[in-house]
C-alpha cells in the first residue's frame, strides 16, 4: 500500500536525498522512475538537481511524485528554483 511505503520513505528520508545528492547532476534535473529510485523510494518518480552553495555546501533539491507525474513540469520548475537559490 502506498501509505506505508510513503511512510517508509519518509522514516529514510535522509538516506534517500544522500542517494539523490551522489546520483544527481548540478548542470541538469534527473528523473528517476520507480525501480530506478533508492529501495525506499520505488513506488514513486523523483525529480533531483545538485547544486552548492557558499552557505551550505553542496545540497539535492528533489520532488517526490506518483510515478505519472509531469516530469517536464516539475524539471523545470526544480531547475528554476535551483538557479534562485544560487543566485
Known sequence: ??????SHLIDNLEGVARNFLARSSETKPAAFIGEENSPEAKEFGAVTMKFSDNEFGTCVMFSLGPKRMDYEKVSSLIHFVVRDLIR
Open 1 to 6: 500500500n502506498l501509505t506505508v511505503e510513503f
